[in-house]
Each structure stands twice: as structure tokens, then as C-alpha cells.
């Protein structure tokens, strides 16, 4: 019996010294580098307002930016909470959504800017819990349906602003980006004085008291009621300290292989990714970081019922392959109903992009940035394994004589198929490059992607 606990003693030793280890980042950003698509999520009782301020349409921004760019009120903005019930909502759904669409990871709003938690807190009563009438923690079911399908769960979380929550930082817009406000003057002027605030309601406490009070806090539980997370973002630093960053990115000992971006405090605290948003950088000007574009359907985060402007499932499969031809990861963005549903022309588009990546997701997936010069008809990708390379060329634009030219490729060809239907094609080696036979017609309207197995690395 002596012997038994001694022996169970020193496994235990041994177990917790191996999980204390701490990860090297290469090791820690794997899964991340490999995925290359992830779903963003910008859900809230922004969604209630969906971009209309007593019938006037928001003139600039987001519809989630909606509090602050109309100067709503504390008191009427948090009244509008009695109405979020968002009875349709199904974590399951959209896990599953996301899991088809070919996403690996989901990283949802926790907090935005306008303070409410989508949780169960005990940090403020402005949460979902204690201020609507559905009453419960949308956060439990989605992790406990992103750990079910394997999918990564990762919160976004806006430290720093905070538009309800006393203390909260603001970033100052001028009172006409909301609607033809006649009192925009006098507001403007008010929260010129009042560091952004538009409302009393928000200076009853510090910057740094909200910090130790709420953020600090809500972090932790963020960090330990929902099993593992794999992602903290960050967002937008207004008025972030040096203090304020270091009690934030201590909470991170609670999830020591999470991931986090840029967005802690700028510039001193880095992070572990970049962000673009709304845009895809430039051949070669992220190289060597690890960068993330993030991007909407259509023109904003929050959901807005004016805003059609959506992007084609074309549009985006290339946006996809574009970024992943430049090393980078994708997250586009979902702005759920307030009912608790995704807009339908959401839906549509990742069942689009999700039948396209079941064919082509090989040429997505665990891929590296293109060796190649910028390519006139579309994009390629690459794996290298020992001594060959698989180049997996996206044609957009597919040639009219049929003949597809890789420029500046010296290797010798081991075979060139298509993924979409298994085509073999013939391939010839000239003093330009290679010159690729392809059928009359591509396989694939949206992007056709060719697999060209080679000797030899690039
Ligand atoms: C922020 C938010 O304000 C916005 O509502 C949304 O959540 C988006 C994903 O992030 O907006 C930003 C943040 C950073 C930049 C631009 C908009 N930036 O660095 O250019």
C-alpha cells in the first residue's frame, strides 16, 4: 500500500511537471498556422438597434459602434436589453455552420465596446444573465459545441472601452456620425470636456478601478468557466496604462497556450498575431509574422437590417485563397440576428464556401505562402515534404486556349491534377516555365485548383 501511494505520488510529480512546461510559441501557434480560416462573431444588444436610432439610419461605422456614434444614452441603451430574448439561438447550428463552412476556429464578442457581456458574470449586472429576459450565458453552449466538434473557441474581449460599465474608455466620434443630430455641437463639446463620455452615467468610477473591477475579473472568468480557450482578442487600446495591459495579460496564466493579437496596448504589448482588418496586406508585407485579416460579409460587424451590400461566395473564396497565397489566416465575420440566427445570406455563403472546401480544402489547410511571382490568373499555395513540394495552383481566371502558364518553374513535374474531378493534365517544361494543358472548361466557376506535385523545393 506504501509503496502504491508513493509511486501514484511521483506520477502525479511527474504529470504536473510536464503540463507546467511552457510551450515554445512555435508550438503554441501550430494549430493556428495550419488552420487558416476562422469565423468571427459580433453578437450583442447592438443587434437590437441593428444600425437605427429612432428611425434614423447610423451615418458612419459599424452597427455595433451605434451607442457611441448616435450618443445614446446610458439608461436608454440599457433598456433596450428588456428586449433581447434571443429564443432561435443554437449553438450547435452554428458550430456546426462553421465546421462545414471549413472554418477551424470561432472567435465570438464577448464583450464589445457597448460593456455587455454575453455571460455570466459577477462583475457587473450588465450581462445577458442578469439584464435580458432570456437569461442565460450564450458562452456555455458554444464552447461546450466548439469542444464537441472540435472546433476552436476563442472570445474577443474590448478591455479598454467599455460605454456602460462606469469608467469605461471611450473613442471619441462626433456626434454627427450617428444621425443629423441639431445638438451635435453641444455634445461634441461635452465629451470633448469629459474624455469621450456623452453621459454622467459613465464617469462614476476610474479607468483604472474599471480595470481592477471589471476587465481584470471578467478576463478571469472568461479564462476559467469555459474549459479551454484557444484565443484572446483583443480590441482597440483607447486609454490603455502600462498597469492596466500587465493585470490583463497576467490573466493569460489561466490558458497558458492561448493565443492573443495586437490589440492589447499598442505598441508595447505585441502579441502573438497581427490584425488587418478589412483589407488583405500587400505580396510579402506581413512575411515572417503570423497575420490574420479580419473581414465582414458584408459592411459591418454588428448586424444591421439596411446594410445588402454582401459580398459574393466568389468574392470570398478568392479573399481566402488570396490570403492564404500570402501566409495568412482568414476571420470572417458573422453578424448574428437579435433572435439569435445568422442573416440568411450568411448562411448561403457558408454553405457555398463550404462546398468549395471540401474539394479544394487541401490547397487551403496547413499551407505555406506561394513561392511564385504574382500570378495573372489567380494564386498558389505550397507544402514541402522532404525532397518535394506540392503547389497547388487556384485558377480564377481560366485560360481561353486552355493553356495555363506557370512562370519562372524550373522543377521537373511529377504529375498536375485537378482537384475538383481528378483530371490529369500534361505538362511541359519551357525556358519561361511550365506550361500546363488544361480541359476546355474549368471544373470549378469559383476557383479551379490544379495540384502540381514537383522535385526538388522552391
Ligand atoms: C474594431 C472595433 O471597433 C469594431 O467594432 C470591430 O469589432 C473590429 C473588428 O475592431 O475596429 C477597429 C479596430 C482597429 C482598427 C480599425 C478598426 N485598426 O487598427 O485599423
Not at 428611425?55 to 461605422?61: I, P, W
Not at 495579460?249 to 497558458?256: F, I, N, V, W
Not at 489567380?378 to 514541402?384: L, S, Y
Not at 471544373?443 to 479551379?448: E, I, L, T, V
Amino acid at each position: 500500500m506504501k509503496k502504491l501511494s508513493i509511486l501514484l505520488f511521483c506520477g502525479l510529480c511527474l504529470s504536473l511537471q510536464v503540463s507546467a512546461q511552457q510551450k515554445t510559441k512555435d508550438e503554441r501557434m501550430q494549430w493556428w498556422r495550419e488552420a487558416r480560416f476562422g469565423m468571427f462573431i459580433h453578437w450583442g444588444v447592438y443587434a437590437q438597434w441593428a444600425g437605427v436610432y429612432h428611425g434614423h439610419e447610423q451615418l458612419k461605422g459599424g452597427a455595433e459602434w451605434i451607442m457611441n456614434r448616435s450618443k445614446i444614452p446610458v439608461a436608454e441603451y440599457q433598456a433596450m436589453a428588456k428586449n433581447f430574448n434571443p429564443v432561435k439561438y443554437n449553438a450547435d447550428e452554428w458550430v456546426r455552420m462553421a465546421k462545414q463552412a471549413g472554418m477551424k476556429y470561432i472567435v465570438i464578442t464577448a464583450k464589445h465596446h457597448d460593456g455587455f457581456a454575453m455571460f455570466k458574470t459577477k462583475a457587473s449586472k450588465w450581462n445577458i444573465v442578469d439584464a435580458t429576459p432570456y437569461g442565460k450565458d450564450v458562452l456555455k453552449p458554444l464552447a461546450a459545441a466548439c469542444h464537441k466538434y472540435g472546433i476552436r473557441l476563442g472570445f474577443y474581449y474590448s478591455q479598454a472601452q467599455d460605454w456602460n460599465n462606469p469608467g469605461g474608455a471611450v473613442s471619441r466620434r462626433p456626434a454627427s456620425d450617428g444621425w443629423a443630430n441639431p445638438d451635435s455641437a453641444a455634445i461634441d463639446a461635452y465629451t470633448k470636456a469629459h474624455d469621450g463620455h456623452w453621459d454622467p452615467a459613465q464617469e462614476t468610477r476610474s479607468f483604472a478601478d474599471y480595470i481592477k473591477e471589471v476587465a481584470v475579473p471578467q478576463v478571469k472568468e472568461l479564462l476559467t468557466n469555459y474549459g479551454k480557450v484557444s484565443v484572446l482578442w483583443w480590441d482597440t487600446p483607447t486609454n490603455m496604462t502600462e498597469e492596466a495591459a500587465l493585470a490583463l495579460q497576467a490573466q493569460l496564466k489561466y490558458q497558458p497556450d492561448i493565443i492573443t493579437n495586437d490589440r492589447l496596448k499598442r505598441p508595447d504589448f505585441p502579441g502573438d498575431t497581427k490584425t488587418p482588418e478589412q483589407k488583405i496586406p500587400g505580396l510579402n508585407e506581413l512575411d515572417g509574422k503570423d497575420w490574420e485579416t479580419c473581414m465582414t460579409m458584408n459592411g459591418t460587424w454588428g448586424y444591421r437590417t439596411s446594410d445588402n451590400n454582401w459580398k459574393t461566395p466568389e468574392t470570398l473564396i478568392h479573399n481566402l485563397c488570396d490570403i492564404a497565397s500570402k501566409g495568412g489566416n482568414y476571420l470572417l465575420n458573422i453578424g448574428p440576428k437579435p433572435d439569435g440566427t445568422f442573416p440568411q445570406q450568411s448562411v448561403e455563403a457558408l454553405s457555398e464556401i463550404g462546398k468549395w472546401m471540401k474539394t479544394n480544402g487541401e490547397a487551403i489547410y496547413a499551407t505555406h505562402a506561394s513561392p511564385l511571382p504574382p500570378l495573372s490568373w489567380g494564386r498558389c499555395t505550397q507544402k514541402t515534404s522532404g525532397s518535394g513540394t506540392i503547389l497547388y495552383l487556384h485558377i480564377f481566371d481560366w485560360p481561353a486556349d486552355g493553356k495555363l502558364w506557370v512562370p519562372g518553374l524550373h522543377h521537373s513535374i511529377t504529375s498536375a491534377k485537378l482537384l475538383a474531378n481528378g483530371i490529369l493534365c500534361q505538362s511541359k517544361q519551357t525556358p519561361e516555365g511550365v506550361q500546363i494543358q488544361l480541359p476546355a472548361h474549368a471544373p470549378d466557376k469559383m476557383a479551379s485548383v490544379i495540384k502540381l506535385q514537383l522535385t526538388g523545393n522552391l
